[in-house]
């Protein structure tokens, strides 16, 4: 049996204590952390007072694909993609920086509960593009980047921000408008 370090289980319990309180799910901490079960269920417990949701995690691409989360992804993967290009953050580390500034952006600093794109869609997300299910593409109008279905063509592509869907917005608050200009100004 490996001998456990007290130093790597007690960066463990901060990474989750991180997580959580960005409202990860349960697989995601334990995918992230060596912590057992029981340990992160009681930790969950302990921060958030009441049990982690139930439930399977986000598999399908298409998600990220629909209007507004497209909207948001993109935001997420380009500020993703940046920490990663100039900041040397890597891993799980570069998806919560990048989490808390795409929470920033959208007018969200101190509780993700609003945000169109949780924390465990975000690292679904990461976890796609490495996968290489998912990728950016330019729009042909604004030049912004978005993500796109890696084998679907993309010559002449039009973001959802250029090429608004007959119904988007109407009944939407305008809160959301507020944040949609405002990724159209980071993508930019």
Known sequence: ???????????????????????ARLQLLESETSLSRERLLK?????????????????STDWFITWQPNIHS????????????????????????????YL???????????AVLSLTRAWTLVRF????????????????????HRLDLHHGYLCGLCH???RAGKTK??????IEAVAIEILL
């Open 173 to 178: 608050k305008a809160k959301d408008l507020a």
């Open 43 to 59: 930790l969950y417990k302990e921060l958030k007072g009441i049990s982690p949701p139930k439930g399977m995690l986000p598999f």
């Open 104 to 114: 920033e952006q959208v007018g969200h600093i101190n509780s993700a509960e609003q």
């Open 1 to 23: 049996m490996a001998k456990k370090s007290v130093i790597t289980e007690a960066q463990d319990i901060q990474l989750a204590i991180e997580l959580i309180r960005l409202g």
């Open 74 to 101: 993109s935001l997420f993967i380009n500020i993703h993609k940046y920490l990663v290009d100039h900041a040397s953050v890597t891993g799980v580390g570069a998806i919560m920086k990048a989490y808390q500034l």
């Open 164 to 166: 608004m869907p007959s």
């Open 129 to 148: 593009f490495e996968s290489k299910m998912l990728s950016t593409a330019p729009c042909s109008k604004c030049g912004g980047h978005f993500v796109v």
